[in-house]
């Protein structure tokens, strides 16, 4: 008896998947950009060997995948799309959705990445860059005075790193950052870590905000860097307390008979 074989990926495709990912390796082949026209249906169907509509599956696929954008009427077709990076993160976060992601699991990202963005960062940013982390900054200025204004702090201090990364040269790091950072602040919100106001959280974050953008402005990477871990490993230790103090104090009373 021959030995079991464990099937490729390909053959654990089905055939419009099939053609999707072999459309998707033609337009690399050929450096078709966003905004190209494909070939049409019939040249589709020539070159794949496939049906009518085994194509227009695949063609459905990409779409989906948000690759591809399909125009009716004169001048219409099927054209190269590039996905956007709300696109991206939206299906990105649909991944974690069910993940129930935690504070330890977030941090941990943050923390190696977001010193070194400092590091590349410093000195390189143009005055108008750090007037803007600092309009961000001044948004709270003051400690908040109630739930409401407390949840607007979070995500508005999750914005300043978010805007950090976008100064980045580096898609990936940038994409990577910006996408924590937007977790962290879902996190925030669907398990109301903004329900009592927490000076301290507030306090050391506009002192390492402040002192980060005073490295970045002089161009020293080290300082940066430090001011970066610093504030990713207080922020950590803070959020987690506020997690485990809030998630203590709703929990429901249970009577010991």
């Known amino acids: 008896m021959p030995p079991a074989t464990t099937p490729s ?4 495709l089905s055939r419009p998947q099939q053609v999707a990912d072999a459309i998707k390796q033609w337009v690399m082949e050929n450096g078709w950009q966003p905004g190209d026209r494909l070939p049409s249906e019939t040249e589709m169907i020539a070159r794949f060997g496939m049906a009518k509509g085994t ?23 099927v054209f190269v799309h590039q996905v956007s990076e709300e696109r991206a993160t ?3 976060g649909n991944y974690f959705y069910f993940a129930q992601l935690s504070i330890d699991d977030l941090y941990q990202i ?5 010193p070194e ?12 860059q750090l007037a803007a982390l600092e309009a961000v900054m001044a948004s709270y200025a003051e400690p908040a005075r109630d739930a409401e204004e407390e949840r607007e ?4 201090s999750l914005r300043f790193h978010a805007l950090l990364a976008e100064m980045s040269d580096n898609r990936l790091l940038r994409f990577l950052i910006k996408f924590t950072a937007n977790m962290l602040a879902d996190v925030t919100v669907s398990r109301r870590l903004y329900a009592q106001p927490n000076r301290e959280l507030w306090a050391s974050g506009i002192a390492y905000q402040s002192r980060l953008v005073a490295a970045l402005r002089c161009g020293d990477s080290a300082a940066a860097r430090q001011i970066l871990r610093e504030h990713m490993r207080g ?3 803070l959020m987690c307390l506020q997690e485990a103090e809030l998630t203590q104090r709703f929990l429901p009373e249970i009577d010991i008979l």
């Open 110 to 114: 943050r923390e190696a990445l977001e």
């Open 117 to 128: 963005l400092a590091a590349s960062l410093a000195g390189k940013l143009d005055d108008h």
């Open 9 to 12: 990926r390909t053959e654990r």
């Open 153 to 156: 702090q979070h995500i508005a």
């Open 55 to 77: 194509i227009r599956e695949a063609v459905r696929i990409l779409e989906a995948q948000g690759l591809v954008k399909s125009r009716t009427g004169p001048g219409g077709g």
């Open 90 to 92: 939206a299906l990105l």
């Open 235 to 237: 922020a950590h230790r």
